[in-house]
């Protein structure tokens, strides 16, 4: 399956009730698991857009392990999650640990499964 498919898919089954479409950032680069940075763009059931809640994703590699970093796009005030063996919610500017927003299980959610489908046995 596409990658960029499965990462839609894997956030319609986290983030509900939306629906989500993966654009690259950079549509020219190689879309592999070794640096891959995509907007996830949000959808309500009728069709209409939800920029408010459209993600920006990073997946990179470091050593053998796949981490994840999850942002709110253009919302810096929110913070980020890193998605490696665990969460760690960090501020945006500073990268120092903090607590999880309100909404973080779903994002968390989100993380977790696309780690797992990304992380090879």
Excluded: F
Aim: hydrophobic share 40%.
């Amino acid at each position: 399956m596409d990658l960029l498919v499965l990462i839609a898919k894997a956030a319609d089954v986290c983030l509900k009730p939306y629906s989500h479409a993966v654009v690259p950032a950079d549509p020219s680069a190689p879309g592999d698991l070794e640096d891959l940075t995509v907007r996830i763009e949000c959808r309500d059931a009728e069709g209409a857009r939800h920029s408010d809640r459209d993600l920006d994703l990073e997946i990179y590699r470091s050593g053998d392990e796949i981490n994840l970093m999850l942002a709110w796009r253009d919302q810096p005030e929110r913070p980020m999650l890193w998605q490696g063996r665990h969460p760690v919610w960090m501020n945006g500017d500073t990268g120092v640990r903090c607590q999880g927003p309100e909404d973080a299980a779903s994002l968390e959610a989100l993380g977790r499964r696309l780690r797992s489908l990304l992380q090879p046995d």
